[in-house]
């Protein structure tokens, strides 16, 4: 049996500074890496495998090599069920542009993103393509601080996850903002049959890659 999404809801849930977690169905874990490259803003970075790491230590890395933990991209990645999944470590926060192209050849990419630490503040983020189209995407507290209040995307697919956030008593003002999150991310991992396995994402070691462009080159030894 493997976890579902709402885990990522509680308070740091991965690192400090929130999560940005791709599920994609249809594609392998360098598959993946691959294309998350290509979503870098700028130059598309190199691709460095650097073993197996926990969150630990994969922060421990990139502080030790760039001199910074936010001076890199750190992945870990793994697979549950027929779900790939990559989940970023250090400057991800605003490198990544749109997803959705990356969706091509009939892959489908699921983005979970939350910028706890950010002081505007941000809300969580969801997001979901299939085959270069944009399913449904909206910010997971429904509230129109970020963007609209409703959820958007294909005429076929969004309607339909907004009546069901809807009678799950979505948005609700007088919630708590993390039971929102909690709740919506609930009702879009049935929707979308997603699974994230927390055991080994916050206590095990999964293999890791670094993208490299426009960042500091490490001391080779």
């Known amino acids: 049996m493997t976890d579902g999404t709402t885990w990522l809801a509680e308070p740091q849930s991965i690192a400090f500074g929130g999560y940005y977690v791709v599920l994609a169905r249809g594609l392998t874990p360098d598959g993946l890496v691959g294309r998350l490259a290509e979503a870098v803003r700028g130059t598309t970075p190199g691709e460095v495998a650097v073993g ?3 969150s630990d230590s994969l922060l421990e890395w990139m502080d030790d ?3 910074d933990v936010y001076a890199a991209i750190g992945l870990r990645l793994g697979r549950t069920e027929d779900w790939t999944y990559a989940v970023a470590y ?11 192209p990356l969706s091509r050849d009939g892959a489908h990419l699921c983005v979970l993103e939350f910028e706890e630490e950010n002081g505007k503040p941000v809300p969580p983020q969801f997001e979901y393509a299939h085959d270069g189209r944009l399913l449904s995407a909206c910010n ?3 509230d129109g601080s970020w963007g609209s209040e409703e959820v958007e995307g294909d005429p076929a697919t969004a309607p339909r996850l907004q009546e069901l956030l809807t009678a799950a008593g979505l948005p609700d003002p007088e919630l708590d903002d993390r039971e929102v999150h909690r709740t919506a991310l609930g009702v879009i991992e049935r929707f979308f049959g997603l699974s994230l396995p927390k055991q080994p994402i916050v206590h095990g070691t999964l293999p890791a890659v670094v993208l ?3 960042f500091p080159k490490p001391a080779r030894h």
């Not at 250090?90 to 959705?100: C, K, R, S």
């Open 52 to 54: 197996e790491h926990t």
């Open 90 to 100: 250090g400057g991800w926060q605003g490198e990544f542009g749109p997803l959705t």
């Open 212 to 214: 490299e462009s426009g």
């Open 140 to 142: 997971l507290h429904l």
């Open 65 to 67: 090599t760039y001199g």
